[in-house]
């Protein structure tokens, strides 16, 4: 498998220049497997710590809204440019000048846009992340179905230091990291590193650098693909509803994603490949 940290064949042509800005964009490119297609999404604004204006929040939104409709897609990774940060946040100077509360709503549901895209997106998006991931960022990284990162990043909610509160997918940080901890970071905006947030179950794998960061996201991509394609998108689809239904309705959810793995032939492709062709007395008898 070719290194996430290469450029790989590039389809939207139309993501990857802001016409009076050619250093924000963001790009999507792709590389092809046989097992399927696998997408990296990069925001590139590195000048800026990868914040997010409204031009680059729309971009990134339309992205993620065509990438949703490709039926080859097996898994979307999320990098951004540079080693300094990975999104240090929404834009502070387009912030600075809202006006109103109208105003300040539109834009921060722009933010709330960025972050639905990618937890409607049906197939898994992983962050992978180096430097800085504050606020909105945090809120991006927050809204992917699992974050990679290395022992320099640096996490954190500094709205309450510049007047305002943590919104919007901040709402996300309870489920991940608990109440407590949650509270810590959006009451006090204070900055917590690498270490610390994955003994708090922020981030998934932490490793040493980028070296590492592409061998670890190589492995979680290696491991999607290695799986059934549509059972990881009705198992995505289904946790969506775990984390808004109660266990008794989760369960039911449950039963019911079961019987829709069963409208096709994948259930048994799969347990053809992965268990029946196994020797027998291997220690795999049982699933």
Request: some cysteine.
């Given at each position: 498998m070719?290194?996430?940290?290469?450029?790989?064949r590039?389809?939207f042509?139309?993501?990857?220049?802001?016409?009076?800005?050619?250093?924000?964009?963001?790009?999507v490119g792709f590389?092809?497997?046989?097992?399927?297609?696998?997408?990296t999404?990069?925001?590139?604004?590195?000048?800026?710590?990868?914040?997010?204006?409204?031009?680059?929040?729309?971009?990134?939104?339309?992205?993620?809204a065509?990438?949703s409709?490709?039926?080859?897609?097996?898994?979307?990774?999320l990098?951004?440019?540079?080693?300094?940060?990975?999104?240090?946040?929404?834009d502070i100077?387009?912030?600075?000048?809202?006006?109103?509360?109208?105003?300040?709503r539109?834009?921060?549901?722009?933010?709330?846009?960025?972050?639905?895209?990618?937890?409607?997106?049906?197939?898994?998006?992983?962050?992978?992340?180096?430097?800085?991931?504050?606020?909105?960022?945090?809120e991006?990284?927050?809204?992917?179905?699992?974050?990679v990162?290395?022992?320099g990043?640096?996490?954190?909610?500094p709205?309450?230091?510049?007047?305002?509160?943590?919104?919007?997918?901040?709402?996300?940080?309870?489920?991940?990291i608990?109440?407590?901890?949650?509270?810590?970071?959006?009451?006090?905006?204070?900055?917590?590193?690498?270490?610390?947030?994955?003994?708090w179950g922020?981030?998934?794998?932490?490793?040493?650098d980028?070296?590492?960061l592409d061998?670890?996201?190589?492995e979680?991509?290696?491991?999607?693909?290695?799986?059934?394609?549509?059972a990881v998108?009705l198992?995505?689809e289904l946790?969506?509803?775990?984390?808004?239904?109660?266990?008794?309705?989760?369960?039911?959810?449950?039963?019911?994603?079961?019987?829709?793995?069963y409208?096709?032939?994948?259930?048994?492709?799969y347990?053809?490949?992965?268990?029946?062709?196994r020797?027998?007395?291997?220690?795999?008898?049982?699933?």
């Amino acid at each position: 498998m070719l290194p996430l940290r290469v450029q790989f064949r590039t389809r939207f042509n139309r993501f990857h220049t802001i016409a009076s800005q050619r250093s924000m964009s963001i790009s999507v490119g792709f590389e092809e497997r046989s097992d399927g297609r696998v997408a990296t999404v990069t925001i590139r604004n590195a000048r800026a710590l990868n914040t997010l204006n409204s031009a680059l929040l729309t971009q990134f939104v339309a992205a993620f809204a065509e990438l949703s409709q490709d039926e080859k897609l097996r898994c979307v990774v999320l990098a951004a440019e540079g080693a300094k940060a990975w999104v240090g946040g929404a834009d502070i100077k387009e912030m600075a000048k809202i006006k109103a509360p109208s105003e300040a709503r539109d834009f921060i549901r722009k933010v709330h846009g960025a972050c639905q895209a990618v937890r409607s997106c049906p197939v898994p998006v992983i962050a992978r992340i180096q430097g800085f991931t504050l606020g909105g960022g945090l809120e991006l990284a927050a809204a992917c179905d699992f974050r990679v990162a290395t022992e320099g990043s640096v996490f954190g909610m500094p709205e309450v230091k510049v007047g305002l509160p943590s919104v919007v997918e901040a709402a996300l940080l309870p489920h991940l990291i608990g109440w407590g901890r949650a509270r810590y970071l959006v009451l006090t905006g204070a900055n917590i590193n690498a270490a610390t947030a994955i003994s708090w179950g922020l981030i998934e794998f932490l490793v040493p650098d980028e070296a590492s960061l592409d061998a670890k996201v190589s492995e979680c991509v290696d491991h999607i693909l290695s799986s059934g394609p549509r059972a990881v998108r009705l198992q995505k689809e289904l946790v969506a509803r775990w984390e808004e239904l109660g266990v008794r309705a989760a369960v039911e959810e449950g039963v019911k994603a079961f019987g829709r793995a069963y409208e096709g032939d994948e259930p048994r492709r799969y347990m053809d490949k992965t268990f029946f062709g196994r020797k027998q007395g291997d220690g795999h008898e049982k699933l």
